[in-house]
């Protein structure tokens, strides 16, 4: 059982920086790929970014490459996302979550969600 809980999240203007937080009870954490996806109201998840259970492989959406850094600290049970360049369109409640078998894009195969955290990118 793998229990997440985000923070850093807030209101931000357009070009600015955020850095999100998971933290993750259990001591199986290591063992997790970690996600991070988002959620406006009235559009499905959507993908972010995700880590490998060691760090050592980082995968992300198009839409946030060489914007957003995922990194994780297995000593911390925590994992980040560094959030630069803000855009208006990365308004959403971002949500980080736990898969025991690979670091997916699909939120398929993430059997442990965080209730998430709200970021807002004003113009």
């Known amino acids: 059982q793998v229990q997440l809980v985000e923070s850093g999240g807030g209101l931000v203007q357009a070009e600015g920086s955020l850095r999100l937080a998971c933290a993750a009870s259990?001591?199986?954490?290591?063992?997790?790929?970690m996600g991070w996806f988002r959620q406006t109201p009235g559009k499905e998840r959507e993908f972010v970014a995700a880590i490998t259970a060691s760090g050592g492989s980082t995968f992300y959406a198009d839409s946030v490459k060489g914007r957003f850094t995922v990194s994780r600290d297995n000593a911390k049970n925590t994992v980040y996302l560094q959030m630069n360049s803000l855009k208006p369109e990365d308004t959403a409640v971002y949500h980080c979550?736990?898969?025991?078998?690979?670091?997916?894009?699909?939120?398929?195969?993430?059997?442990?969600w965080g209730q998430g955290t709200q970021v807002t990118v004003s113009s």
């Open positions: 979550a736990a898969n025991p078998y690979y670091a997916g894009t699909n939120s398929v195969g993430y059997n442990y």
């Open positions: 259990g001591r199986t954490f290591s063992s997790y790929a």
